[in-house]
Each structure stands twice: as structure tokens, then as C-alpha cells.
Antibody
Framework: QVQLVESGGGVVQPGRSLRLSCAASGFTFSNYGMHWVRQAPGKGLEWVSVIWYDGNNNHYADSVKGRFTISRDNSKNTLSLQMNSLRAEDTAVYYC???????????????WGQGTLVTVSS | DIQMTQSPSSLSASVGDRVTITCRASQSISSYLNWYQQKPGKAPKLLIYAASSLQSGVPSRFSGSGSGTDFTLTISSLQPEDFATYYCQQTYSTPPVTFGGGTKVEIK
């Protein structure tokens, strides 16, 4: 069965960096676009970033553009999110999610991980 | 960016009630509208895609309708496990993917 397992969250000071990972299993990882979505405490869902199935393209929300970098290693079935210059407003649970269409990046998110909490605080 | 507005933001209902949640897009998005269910402390779950298609494994009491700018999610007979927060999402004009603010369905 499809499994997505995030890791790497924690408490970090403003201005510092953190790297999140998402380990995928149960499907052919290299066939699917992958997304990061976050949710601040008590708030709604905010899309963060997407990477194409082959890693050759990506997009970011304006709120993280220039600070976050999405990447993937299809040989290791792993998705990553490098987060630099972190701000208090980046505090959230970060979810990785699979795009619902093979080789697509539709944004229709059919499987989600359990999430990892990032807290940015001094 | 396309803005998604859900209403109501919360509602109270009883088991067995018919529940309708609406979602409005700031411009036409054809049928590029998905619905998710999220329970406390859990990841969202895809319920409906392309406005009216039921995701595999989702009970048939859930249904979606609409096109253009106005959409609805209907639960025909509310069950105890349906108490959750529901989000709409547009995928017509991406990036960015955008979500509605959510509708919390609570027990009356």
C-alpha cells in the first residue's frame, strides 16, 4: 500500500535552516509528481511546492519562494524540502502528498503522509 | 491567484442529517475542484475529485456537484465518523494550488 513518511521536523530559531524528508513506498515513486502542503496550528491548508515526477521542474508558493527548495531522489524514493531563512510564520505541520495523476502535477492529492511539525521560535 | 471561499465556516448537525457545504471560486474553474476531509491530528483525505467523482473507497453518502464558480459537497446522511473539517481545492490554475478556508462539521 502507498506510504509516505515525513521526518526532519523540530524546533528551530528564526533565520536558521531545516531539511524535511519524505520516504515513499508502495508505488512507483518516479512516476508521480510530489507536493508539500503545510498547516499552521489551528489554521487551514496551504500549498507550498510541487516537483515534477522526473525532477525537471518545480514551483513554489510566493510565501516560500527563494527560501525553500524542493528536490527528489528517485533512486531512493525520497522527497525533500530544504527550508532556509525560516520565519515564525513558517511554523506548521508539513505534509508531503502524491499527485493523483501519473506523470502529472494536477494538484489533486490522493495520498498524504502523517506530517511533521516545524516550530520556528527563539 | 484564484481565491476559494467556503461557507459556512462551521456547522452543527446531528447523525442522520443531510449536510451541504458550499465553495465558491473567484473565477471560473470549470470542474477542477476537489474536496478533502480532515480529522483532528490526521492528514487530509481526498473525497471528491473533478467536482463530482468519488475517490475510491469513499462512502457513497458523499457527493459533489457544480461547475464554473459554485460547488457543493453533500453528505446525504451524516455518520459519527463524518465529523471533521472539509476543504475545497482548485486545480484549474496552478501553481499555486489553492484551498478554501475549511468547514468544520460538529455534533449538535
Amino acid at each position: 500500500q502507498v506510504q509516505l513518511v515525513e521526518s526532519g521536523g523540530g524546533v528551530v530559531q528564526p533565520g536558521r535552516s531545516l531539511r524535511l524528508s519524505c520516504a515513499a513506498s508502495g508505488f512507483t515513486f518516479s512516476n508521480y509528481g510530489m507536493h508539500w502542503v503545510r498547516q499552521a496550528p489551528g489554521k487551514g491548508l496551504e500549498w507550498v511546492s510541487v516537483i515534477w515526477y522526473d525532477g525537471n521542474n518545480n514551483h513554489y508558493a510566493d510565501s516560500v519562494k527563494g527560501r525553500f527548495t524542493i528536490s527528489r531522489d528517485n533512486s531512493k524514493n525520497t522527497l525533500s524540502l530544504q527550508m532556509n531563512s525560516l520565519r515564525a510564520e513558517d511554523t506548521a505541520v508539513y505534509y508531503c502528498a502524491r499527485d493523483g495523476r501519473i506523470t502529472g502535477t494536477t494538484g489533486e492529492l490522493d495520498y498524504w503522509g502523517q506530517g511533521t511539525l516545524v516550530t520556528v521560535s527563539s | 491567484d484564484i481565491q476559494m471561499t467556503q461557507s459556512p465556516s462551521s456547522l452543527s448537525a446531528s447523525v442522520g442529517d443531510r449536510v451541504t457545504i458550499t465553495c465558491r471560486a473567484s473565477q471560473s474553474i470549470s470542474s477542477y475542484l476537489n474536496w478533502y476531509q480532515q480529522k483532528p491530528g490526521k492528514a487530509p483525505k481526498l473525497l471528491i475529485y473533478a467536482a463530482s467523482s468519488l475517490q475510491s473507497g469513499v462512502p457513497s453518502r458523499f457527493s459533489g456537484s457544480g461547475s464554473g464558480t459554485d460547488f457543493t459537497l453533500t453528505i446525504s446522511s451524516l455518520q459519527p465518523e463524518d465529523f471533521a473539517t472539509y476543504y475545497c481545492q482548485q486545480t484549474y490554475s496552478t501553481p499555486p494550488v489553492t484551498f478554501g478556508g475549511g468547514t468544520k462539521v460538529e455534533i449538535k
